[in-house]
């Protein structure tokens, strides 16, 4: 017999009958109360809000634009997208809506609150410095929210108004529409970032590559010979045009190549020349050779550095002058212009040690100085004239008197082309424009510097232009830094304290102009780093 399994009753299959909760107890007294609460707070619900209703009527309209809007059949988000492409302007809602709508999207949470802000402490008014902010003497203290508010009223007062960079867009755009202002979009953002700009704080422009006028920025160095210091007073001092090496050379028949790194500066070599003190010692224009003269003879010497090879250059063919003493090496590389006697110039091929050509000028030349690119050659006499030569053609292209010059003593020449220098013996330095003296017969000094009391006999301008080193020879620490682009003497050097530089012959400056020297009658070359520059 199989096992049968009892299955549990079943329910009923009627309808299912719900129960019924019990009904609560209701107390007419909590009932009362709980009536009346929610009528004070649908009252409070009632009240209107502005910017709730603000809202309803940007969102919605107004009631009785919503009823008209919801009886029509036309779409609204049709006829919006009609309004607002219309060009007439006219969107359906007033000034005064999108004013609001302006004032609720600018709204801006603050970014930081102080607690100490919210406290009413009270500030003494009586202050000498808070005293033109009180209204009568009763206001003896004020809270600092009030002294706030205070000097903002101020300070608005005395600007006539609030400022336009501290004006939200809402005002200026609601003084646009007053004043009928009908600009661009477009210059309304630019406006607009403008003020944004207004309202940062901090560094928005790098700063400028060109060096400032007032006040140079130096570090005085050890001497750039300080491992091995002339005997004699020191004739010439010249940067390599490429490695970091300084040459040096003095009447004690010595030329000196050091290494410059502005703390130790090692030397590398010295060369001794017998019987023959150095008036003037000059590298090539690609720096492989070292170019000496002295005071008495017609020979010179050419110093092969690569090969450590000293060539004694006895005899110049085409050259009748009894002695060579200054000269200046041609930036093209392959020629020398030796200084002679009556005015002359003559131009040496290094290749074949000869005179190809000459000029002449009248008087007594004092002073050489090339164009940037070689192309011509500027020469003051001693009468103050200064002429102008073309290499090529050996043709004087033109000549005029330096202002005020008695007796001409220096000339340099800008590596951009721009200035020329010219430097007499009362001291008095005129800058010129390179430009003025090859079309003028008169030009006019673009500034006389009047910073020298004794003979302006060294002149050297800088890599880039800048700077105008002019010194003297005939007194103690006579040496300035003119800043030409505002033609200004720098007022921080030298530091007369204490004597350093003395009695200078030479001027140089590095390829780049982070270097500074100069040959003085000790026999030192005092160094300084020009920190403007960051390169050699």
């Known amino acids: 017999m199989e096992d049968v399994i009892k299955l549990p009753a079943a329910e009923e299959t009627g309808p299912a009958r719900k129960k019924r909760a019990p009904q609560p107890r209701v107390d007419p007294g909590e009932e009362a109360v709980k009536r009346r609460r929610n009528a004070e707070t649908l009252a409070v619900l009632g009240e209107e809000d502005t910017s709730v209703k603000v809202l309803e009527e940007l969102v919605f309209g107004a009631e009785e634009e919503l009823v008209e809007r919801l009886v029509e059949e036309e779409d609204p988000l049709s006829r919006r997208l009609l309004d607002d492409n219309d060009d007439g302007g006219g969107s359906g809602e007033s000034d005064v809506d999108n004013e609001a709508r302006l004032q609720v999207q600018q709204t801006k949470k603050a970014a930081w609150e102080d607690e100490d802000d919210k406290l009413e402490e009270e500030v003494d008014m009586n202050h000498r410095f808070r005293r033109d902010l009180k209204k009568g003497e009763a206001e003896s203290v004020m809270t600092k929210q009030k002294l706030q508010q205070r000097m903002k009223e101020h300070f608005q007062k005395s600007m006539g108004g609030t400022p336009s960079w501290a004006e939200t867009k809402v005002k200026k755009k609601s003084k646009k529409k007053a004043e009928g202002d009908d600009d661009d979009d477009d210059d309304d953002d630019d406006e607009d970032d403008d003020d944004d700009l207004l309202r940062k704080t901090g560094n928005f422009v790098d700063s400028s590559d060109s060096l400032p006028a007032g006040i140079i920025e130096m570090k005085r160095c050890l001497h750039a010979n300080k491992a091995r210091p002339a005997v004699d007073r020191l004739s010439a001092v010249q940067f390599h045009p490429s490695a970091q090496v300084v040459m040096t050379a003095s009447f004690d028949q010595s030329i000196c190549l050091f290494q410059v790194d502005g703390k130790t500066n090692p030397k590398i070599q010295s060369i001794h020349l017998e019987r023959f003190p150095i008036h003037k010692a000059q590298f090539s224009n690609n720096g492989d050779k070292v170019v000496a003269t002295s005071l008495r003879n017609k020979m010179f010497y050419l110093y092969d550095m690569m090969e450590g090879k000293v060539e004694p250059v006895h005899i110049v063919r085409g050259l009748t002058e009894a002695r060579?003493?200054?000269?200046?090496?041609?930036?093209?590389?392959?020629?020398?212009?030796?200084?002679?006697?009556?005015?002359?110039?003559?131009?040496?091929?290094?290749?074949?040690?000869?005179?190809?050509?000459?000029?002449?000028?009248?008087?007594?030349?004092?002073?050489?100085?090339?164009?940037?690119?070689?192309?011509?050659?500027?020469?003051?006499?001693?009468?103050?004239?200064?002429?102008?030569?073309?290499?090529?053609?050996?043709?004087?292209?033109?000549?005029?008197?330096?202002?005020?010059?008695?007796?001409?003593?220096?000339?340099?020449?800008?590596?951009?082309?721009?200035?020329?220098?010219?430097?007499?013996?009362?001291?008095?330095?005129?800058?010129?424009?390179?430009?003025?003296?090859?079309?003028?017969?008169?030009?006019?000094?673009?500034?006389?510097?009047?910073?020298?009391?004794?003979?302006?006999?060294?002149?050297?301008?800088?890599?880039t232009s800048e700077i105008l080193a002019i010194a003297s020879r005939s007194a103690d620490e006579a040496v300035r830094l003119v800043h030409l682009p505002s033609m200004t003497v720098f007022s921080n050097f030298p530091v007369c304290q204490k004597k350093v530089i003395y009695r200078v012959c030479c001027l140089d400056f590095s390829p780049h102009g982070g270097f500074f020297t100069m040959a003085n009658n000790k026999g030192n070359a005092p160094l300084y780093r020009l920190l403007h520059y960051k390169d050699f």
């Open 324 to 463: 060579v003493k200054e000269f200046s090496v041609s930036p093209e590389g392959d020629s020398l212009l030796l200084t002679g006697t009556n005015g002359y110039l003559h131009v040496l091929t290094l290749k074949t040690k000869e005179v190809v050509r000459s000029m002449k000028v009248n008087g007594t030349v004092s002073g050489v100085a090339f164009s940037h690119d070689g192309s011509k050659v500027y020469a003051n006499s001693e009468e103050g004239e200064v002429y102008v030569w073309d290499m090529r053609s050996s043709r004087c292209l033109n000549k005029f008197t330096d202002e005020g010059c008695v007796k001409g003593y220096a000339i340099a020449a800008s590596s951009n082309g721009q200035y020329l220098a010219c430097g007499s013996q009362s001291g008095v330095v005129n800058v010129y424009s390179q430009e003025a003296c090859l079309n003028s017969t008169n030009p006019k000094p673009l500034k006389a510097v009047m910073n020298l009391v004794t003979s302006a006999t060294s002149l050297a301008f800088n890599p």
